[in-house]
């Protein structure tokens, strides 16, 4: 299977902390992108980020990948309690038309 | 609003049944995506459609069909023949069904075979 791996499969931080969540995959791709899921509902997509870069930000989220050792990190900076959800990486193997979802961090920000 | 929708929320179904779960886009996207989740676990393509009138088989196809005779529409049956239905059922559309592309998701369906 193509599917991902994120780790921690659970990680919970006080508002204002840092949250750290890896995603590691098996072939090699074209682009990855992060989505989160909120308990119950459909994913809301976060950021994109291709094979030929190696970090993008977008307000308060970075993400890194580094095809070498096929993985991407997403860093949520100054966390808040709305950030509660689990979070998964999705990538796209040499296909380039659909999307293999890694098995998600679920993340509890406590106030 | 443009925006995807999937009904119904719930969804109840005695073994032996065939269920179709609806999704409705209007952001004339050419992609649809369905994908299943199971408890605690990433999503699982179903089957996906890059134009009207053709769809292709994912990864956990079996038990399952579909059509997309509309743009707008990619509605999902469950068959009798998916042995392990009862999962939590998301409807994605994409412009394009390239993977540069950002996914928009329903709000799922909550299927539950009694």
Known sequence: SQQGEEDPQAL??????????????KTSINNLQWYRQNSGRGLVHLILIRSNEREKHSGRLRVTLDTSKKSSSLLITASRAADTASYFCATDGKTGNQFYFGTGTSLTVIP | DGGITQSPKYLFRKEGQNVTLSCEQNLNHDAMYWYRQDPGQGLRLIYYSQIVNDFQKGDIAEGYSVSREKKE????????????????????????????????FGPGTRLTVL
């Open chain 1, 12 to 25: 919970s931080i006080q508002e204002g902390e840092n949250a750290t969540m890896n995603c590691s995959y």
């Open chain 2, 73 to 104: 529409s990619f509605p999902l049956t469950v068959t009798s023949a998916q042995k392990n239905p009862t999962a939590f059922y998301l409807c994605a559309s994409s412009i394009e069904g390239l993977s540069y592309n950002e996914q928009f």
